[in-house]
């Protein structure tokens, strides 16, 4: 009942997002003057939440069921969006190709950094994992053919509407995915290499291959992402492409979403995201938006440690009651 | 032929020898007891031979093949199910759900789906006691409950050689009798069982055989009540001047 009740939710959320929309394009609604949707901010922001939808998403694989905090996910973006930026700009070859080959050279340099990583746990794996989001960022902002400092501009294709919905699809791709994971005997296995390593090892579970499939998965995504951003902003270069704040940013929503389920990251995107617009007032980066993210994230870590998606579906009611507990949980 | 042969198997920590060739052989449908002081080499030896470890030297044998140094995991699917003496469950789901991971990934040949490793999960949690249990997430079990279900999910597995490092520690009397019952039951499932035990009840009353280890070598082996009189094992529990003096 609770699970039905928050599919219905966020489907009927997703389908008003489809519906509404192209309706901002649509010169009468303009002209009608409704807020919002006369706003081309408003489309910015839908596409940017999507991005982040499939980033939470795809994080989630690989640090919320298998438990491995990666803080490098950031470079399966930009290797995304350069692949993009060759494959349109160097090579003239169509961005519908792009789309195709971005997911597989994420995943291939998932699998290259992956299987020495993924030995390592906890903070040893966050930390190497950040180690190689900021190299492969400095090192292409030293490749010439690249760009190198300068970045690379896209051929521009003016459509808001087909950015959007080709973000929405990889979002869509993302949370299917997981869904789809969770449901079979590989989702299982990643679990249970969260839960317990070694006993999931000696029950079977082949927990090298387990973790670099994850990741994979997670790299593919997070590489269409990246292709989509690339062609969608016409520009990429080391700050945008390789931002650690995105992965940051992308790790803070699945956590304050909720680790571990399908929608959670969804929530968390969506939330975090018109938060972060909300403090920043159209523009990004100011210190007090920055301050405001912080506190966030440090009270809905104690107080809400398994994400605002324990609210729906009526699992868990908001209540001080709730916080006491929480707060119990988390304090140990 | 022997199921497992243990070959002259060493492992060293640093300046620690763990196992120092250690030599024995398990028959098939046998029920092995390994006993020894703290520290003498027990979960040293099962983690080399479920492939947590690699041991450094010597060999061991399953059936007519090596499997040392294979992944953990093809150890497991060749049918070597093992228990951990601090229990090891997956905390975040269900008893039934624990168990039913064992069906899920231990099996040899065809994989289950997990509809049917659910089914599966409910026989094994009979046989050990758990069905009523079954739907209680993992956190609210005692600790008697949580050894029985590191049982429960080796036994899912379907093992034809099942490793119990100390299920029994730490059970009072009542509980060290319900679980004797549970091991008789596996045996007589025809699986064999090689089992670390310091309750010297449980070694002398489902035991065929009792091993010694001590400091990484094998002191004695026998039957239970002629290994529990040696002078030798009673010496390393107990010291030297003790043994002396049982023996005015």
Not at chain 1, 47 to 73: E, P, R
Not at chain 2, 17 to 22: I, Q, R
Request: net charge positive.
């Amino acid at each position: 009942m609770s699970v039905r009740r928050a599919t219905y939710l966020v489907a009927g959320l997703a389908l008003a997002f489809l519906v509404l929309a192209p309706l901002t394009s649509i010169d009468a609604a303009q002209q009608a003057g409704l807020p919002l949707l006369t706003d081309k901010l408003w489309f910015r922001i839908a596409t940017t939440v999507a991005m982040f939808v499939v980033m939470a998403s795809a994080w989630n694989i690989i640090g919320g069921l298998t438990g491995y905090a990666s803080f490098g996910n950031v470079a399966f973006f930009g290797l995304g969006a350069y692949t993009a930026g060759v494959v349109v700009t160097n090579l003239n070859l169509p961005f519908a190709l792009a789309l195709v080959l971005a997911p597989l050279v994420a995943a291939a340099f998932a699998v290259i950094v992956g299987i020495p990583l993924l030995r390592l746990r906890g903070h040893y794996f966050a930390v190497a994992t950040l180690g190689v989001g900021v190299a492969v960022g400095e090192v292409v902002n030293n490749i010439e053919p690249l760009g190198a400092a300068t970045g690379l501009f896209l051929p521009i294709i003016r459509s808001d509407l087909l950015f959007f919905y080709l973000m929405l699809g990889a979002a869509l791709l993302a949370v299917l995915t997981t869904w789809v994971i969770l449901r079979t005997r590989f989702g299982y296995g990643l679990l249970a290499i969260r839960e317990n390593e070694e006993a999931a090892a000696v029950i079977g579970v082949n927990t090298t291959f387990y973790k670099v499939a994850a990741f994979c998965i997670a790299a593919a995504l997070t590489g269409i992402a990246g292709a989509i951003f690339a062609q969608w902003n016409s520009f990429i270069n080391q700050d945008n492409a390789f931002a650690i704040s995105d992965n940051v940013q992308m790790i803070l929503m699945a956590v304050i979403g909720g680790t571990g389920t399908v929608l959670g990251p969804v929530a968390g995107a969506i939330s975090l995201e018109l938060i972060i617009q909300t403090l920043a007032g159209g523009g990004s980066g100011s210190v007090f938006s920055q301050i405001g993210l912080g506190v966030l994230l440090a009270v809905c870590v104690i107080f809400i440690p398994r994400g605002v998606i324990d609210f729906f579906g009526g699992r868990s009611r908001l209540s001080l009651r709730y916080f006491r507990q929480t707060l119990r949980e988390t304090s140990v | 032929m022997s199921l497992l042969a243990i070959r002259d198997v060493s492992k060293r920590f640093g300046g620690v020898n763990a196992l120092a060739g250690v030599t024995f052989e398990v028959e098939q449908g046998d029920i092995l007891g390994i006993i020894g002081p703290n520290g003498a080499g027990k979960t040293t030896l099962l983690n080399c031979i479920s492939g947590l470890y690699r041991p450094d030297a010597g060999d061991i044998r399953w059936e007519t093949t090596s499997i040392r140094g294979l992944a953990p995991y093809r150890i497991a699917r060749l049918g070597i199910g093992r228990t951990f003496q601090i229990v090891r469950p997956f905390p975040s789901m269900t008893v039934r759900e624990n168990t039913a991971m064992g069906a899920l990934f231990g099996r040899p040949g065809a994989r289950l789906q997990p509809g049917a490793a659910l089914n599966e999960a409910d026989m094994v949690l009979d046989v050990v006691g758990l069905g009523e249990k079954r739907h209680y997430p993992v956190l609210r079990l005692t600790v008697p409950d949580r050894k029985r279900l590191e049982v429960a999910r080796a036994l899912a597995m379907r093992p034809r050689l099942l490793l119990l490092d100390e299920v029994m520690a730490g059970l009072n009397q009542v509980e060290i009798e319900q679980a004797l019952e549970m091991v008789r039951r596996v045996r007589d499932s025809g699986v064999t069982i090689v089992l670390i035990e310091h309750v010297m009840k449980v070694i002398v009353g489902v035991c065929r055989r009792a091993l010694v280890l001590n400091f990484g070598r094998t002191l004695v082996e026998g039957p239970p009540a002629e290994v529990l009189k040696d002078r030798r094992v009673i010496e390393a529990y107990l010291g030297q001047r003790y043994a002396r003096d049982q023996e005015k």
